[in-house]
T-cell receptor, first 116, second 110 residues
Framework: EAQVTQNPRYLITVTGKKLTVTCSQNMNHEYMSWYRQDPGLGLRQIYYSMNVEVTDKGDVPEGYKVSRKEKRNFPLILESPSPNQTSLYFC???????????????FGPGTRLTVL | DAKTTQPNSMESNEEEPVHLPCNHSTISGTDYIHWYRQLPSQGPEYVIHGLTSNVNNRMASLAIAEDRKSSTLILHRATLRDAAVYYCIPLGVSGYALNFGKGTSLLVTP
């Protein structure tokens, strides 16, 4: 089944303790991205990647890192989490963005992170 | 990015058609109009997109005004499973960051 998976789905952690949220897709998609969703602010893009070893900042990248060493994986790294990073996180992927054809984006189920 | 205006919420009876409006008066000539929806406790999912002509797929229809300043997502027979937040998103064909805005929360009652 074509899908985007995220792990963990729920995480409670403490300020400053490094964590990684994994994202994996099995559709051979070039484009992957991370969003966070907060009440009243909607979904905002954190980082995106156009292909392996190509990443760039979205609208709210502060406090986050990403890497894209393999096409299928796009982990989100919080080196020193703070309470303001408590949020619902979504990973998304699609075939290459650009050109004449629009490629729909597929989203994962979400990771609910609480930083105490 | 083009700004969009959608009703905060709408209500429909099950098996009735639903028309979800979106105003995007500042849309550029090359932006497509995309619709995504987010069911409760799930990630967003693609619904449909179009440029100028009306579009149909298995999930919905998209009616685009001739001046492209507004569009309407049509669910022909709402089911309980269609209860979700619906987002109208203008985006260029080469664009990538989806600007979700606040969307319309659709309630479907039996």
């Amino acid at each position: 089944e074509a899908q985007v998976t995220q792990n963990p789905r729920y995480l409670i952690t403490v300020t400053g303790k490094k964590l990684t949220v994994t994202c994996s897709q099995n559709m051979n998609h070039e484009y992957m991205s991370w969003y966070r969703q907060d009440p009243g602010l909607g979904l905002r893009q954190i980082y995106y990647s156009m292909n392996v070893e190509v990443t760039d900042k979205g609208d709210v990248p502060e406090g986050y890192k990403v890497s894209r060493k393999e096409k299928r994986n796009f982990p989100l790294i919080l080196e020193s989490p703070s309470p303001n990073q408590t949020s619902l996180y979504f990973c998304a992927s699609s075939l290459a963005i650009g050109g004449r054809t629009y490629n729909e984006q597929f989203f994962g189920p979400g990771t609910r992170l609480t930083v105490l | 990015d083009a700004k969009t205006t959608q009703p905060n919420s709408m209500e429909s009876n099950e098996e009735e058609p639903v028309h979800l409006p979106c105003n995007h008066s500042t849309i550029s000539g090359t932006d497509y109009i995309h619709w995504y929806r987010q069911l409760p406790s799930q990630g967003p999912e693609y619904v449909i997109h179009g440029l100028t002509s009306n579009v149909n797929n298995r999930m919905a229809s998209l009616a685009i005004a001739e001046d492209r300043k507004s569009s309407t997502l049509i669910l022909h027979r709402a089911t309980l499973r269609d209860a979700a937040v619906y987002y109208c998103i203008p985006l260029g064909v080469s664009g990538y960051a989806l600007n979700f805005g606040k969307g319309t929360s659709l309630l479907v009652t039996p």
